[in-house]
């Protein structure tokens, strides 16, 4: 006795055949689609727009993270990427690391730009900052020329606050324990530094006037980018430019040794100082440890140049 009757077995027209086969590629790739669309979003991004400059912020979420470095991991970096290192006495500030919880808090996806700060600037009639070396800054470019004062200002008038330097680090490294907001790996393409456009170290004066002042297209100049442009170096978080572009203004004053006795919780910084935190390297820099999420600068706070700016964040 055959097991099955193949005389009765029932098949699908062609053409039905032809079209399921369709449906089930269609479905196919709008599961790949839906997939990268996720990754590429770093998952789930919750965002909000400021209606007073029209600024992008996302949703950080509280959580707890090791803010800093121990000199056993600044030892190691320098060997794995090969810095001087004669460098490590500038890094010293970083240590030790130390376990932060942070609240949930909004912060801007971009650094503020230069449109946003000209909006500021005819809003309250403050002065407008000087042009950088290159010529007026470009719309989608970030602010320059911006001292701790201006930026405060700005925060003031957007109703935000300038990031504690705690909420910038937790912000950049996405709570983890990263060196850069990419992961581990220095690569000089996903953030703009002076080695990614120069493919070396900037030694000389003549180079950095030919670089800066006279190379040509204007694209190649070693200069501000459009705040996004790297989005390779996106933070977990979704913060762009956290390394690079410009360095940023935090609220903290500065001191070399506050992480040794920091609360635990939402720090805020010493109560007082001479000079105010600036993070994130910039595209004047060469070399990627001052794109390191931990690395720590800092400035007078009536000092402005043409590679600081700053991004703004929100309470709850
Ligand atoms: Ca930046
Ligand atoms: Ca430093």
Known sequence: MPMFNEGRVRRLPVQRRWLYGVGLCAAGLVAVLAVWIALRSGGEIKTKVNP?????????????????KDESDLDREIVRYGWDKSEKQFMLDETP??????????????????????????ATGRAAPPD???????????????????????????????????QWEYAACGGQERVFPWGDEWDR????????????????????????LFKQPRQEKVMTTRVGRFHEGVSPFGCEDMAGNVGEWCSDWYDEDYYKSA??????????GADRVCRGGSWYYARGDYCRCSDRDHDYPDYGDSNGGFRCVQGP
Request: glycine residues 6%; hydrophobic residues 40%; contains cysteine.
């Open 189 to 212: 393409k996903k953030c703009n530094n002076a080695w990614y456009h120069r493919r070396t170290v900037l030694t000389t004066i003549s180079q950095w006037v030919w670089e800066v």
């Open 132 to 166: 950088p070396m290159w010529g007026r800054q470009p719309d989608k470019h970030p602010a320059v020329n911006v001292s701790w004062k201006d930026a405060k200002a700005y925060a003031d008038w957007a109703g935000c606050y300038l990031p504690t330097e705690a």
């Open 97 to 122: 690391k130390h376990r932060v919880s942070m609240d949930g808090f909004w912060m801007y996806q971009y650094e503020v730009t230069a449109f946003q700060y000209r909006k500021f600037c005819k």
């Open 52 to 68: 007073k400059d029209g600024a992008v912020m996302v949703w950080i979420p509280a959580g707890d993270f090791m803010m800093g």
């Open 263 to 272: 609360p635990a919780r939402n720090p805020k910084g010493p109560s007082s």
